[in-house]
C-alpha cells in the first residue's frame, strides 16, 4: 500500500469513530473541548484553572493526553475532578479511537463539560478530529509572536485560541499584536483570550464564554 493511500485510511478511520464519538458526546449533552498546543504552553495549568472555576457549576471529567506518565491526571485528581490518562507510548498525537477507549467505562450523561488535553505538539493533532465541539489552541508568550504563521494548521479549524503567560510580557521579547494578526489571519473567526494562569488574569471571561457554549449547546438539544 502507498505512504498516501495508507494515510488516507487512517484518516477515514479516525473521521468515522470522531463522527461516532461526536453523535455520542451529543446525545448525552455534554461540551467537549480538545484542547491542543506546544508542549508546556499552558495547557493542563489552564484546566486547573478552569476547573477551579467551573466544577462547582459543571459536572467536569478530563481526559490527558500524554506520551508517557500519569502526571498531568494527577494535578487534575488533585482538585478533586475526575480523570483519565492516556499514554499514548510514542504517538504524537490523539486520535479519536483512544478517546472512545478512554471512555469505555464511563457514564457520560453524567458529565456536562468534557475537557480533552491533546499531547503536546503543535503539528500532528491537528489533523485528528476527536469529536470535539470546541478546539481551542492554547500558545504562550515564552513561544514568539510568529507561531500562528508558522503552524496555521493548528490555528485554521480551530474555535479559540488561549495566549497563555501574559505576566511574562515584561520579560520576554514577544509582541502580542503580531500573534494576534497572526492567528486573525490563519482564521478570521478565532476567538482571542488573553490570560495568566499564573496570576488568574484573564480567566473569568474564559470561563464565561465555556459556559455560555455549554448552555447554547445544552438549549440546541432540547
Ligand atoms: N509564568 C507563567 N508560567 C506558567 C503559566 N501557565 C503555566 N505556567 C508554567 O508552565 C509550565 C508548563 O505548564 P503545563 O500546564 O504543565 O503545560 P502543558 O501545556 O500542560 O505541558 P505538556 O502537557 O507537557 O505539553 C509549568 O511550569 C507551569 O507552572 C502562566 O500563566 N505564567
Ligand atoms: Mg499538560
Redesign the pocket.
Known amino acids: 500500500m502507498s505512504e498516501i493511500k495508507l494515510k488516507k485510511d487512517v484518516r477515514s478511520r479516525n473521521q468515522q469513530q470522531a463522527d461516532t464519538n461526536r453523535r455520542l458526546f451529543r446525545k448525552s449533552g455534554l461540551l467537549a473541548l480538545n484542547i491542543l ?1 506546544s ?7 489552564l484546566i486547573e484553572q478552569t476547573a477551579r472555576r467551573l466544577s462547582s457549576k459543571l459536572r467536569i471529567l478530563v481526559v490527558e493526553g ?1 506520551v508517557e506518565t500519569e502526571r ?1 491526571a494527577d494535578r487534575i485528581r488533585a482538585l478533586g475532578i475526575d480523570a483519565i490518562q492516556f499514554q499514548t507510548h510514542g504517538s504524537c498525537h490523539l486520535d479519536a479511537m483512544m478517546v472512545a477507549q478512554s471512555l469505555q467505562e464511563v457514564k457520560l450523561d453524567k458529565v456536562e463539560l468534557l475537557i480533552i ?1 491533546n499531547v ?1 505538539n503543535l503539528i500532528c493533532p491537528a489533523g485528528f478530529d476527536l469529536g470535539e465541539d470546541l478546539r481551542i489552541v ?1 500558545g504562550s508568550t515564552a513561544e514568539g509572536a510568529d507561531k500562528p504563521i508558522k503552524y496555521p494548521e493548528m490555528y485554521l479549524h480551530a474555535d479559540a485560541c488561549v495566549l ?2 501574559i ?2 510580557l515584561p520579560y520576554v521579547d514577544f509582541n502580542i499584536e503580531e500573534f494576534e494578526a497572526g492567528a486573525r489571519q490563519t482564521n478570521e473567526k478565532l476567538r482571542l483570550f488573553r ?4 496570576t488568574g488574569s484573564g480567566i473569568d471571561p474564559w470561563c464565561e464564554y465555556l459556559q455560555n457554549s455549554y448552555t447554547k449547546q445544552h438549549n440546541n438539544m432540547r
Do not use: A
Not at 39 to 45: A, L, Y
Open positions: 498546543g508542549p508546556g504552553s499552558g495547557k493542563t495549568s500524554d498531568d488535553e503536546g492554547v497563555n503567560k505576566d511574562l490570560i495568566s494562569c499564573t
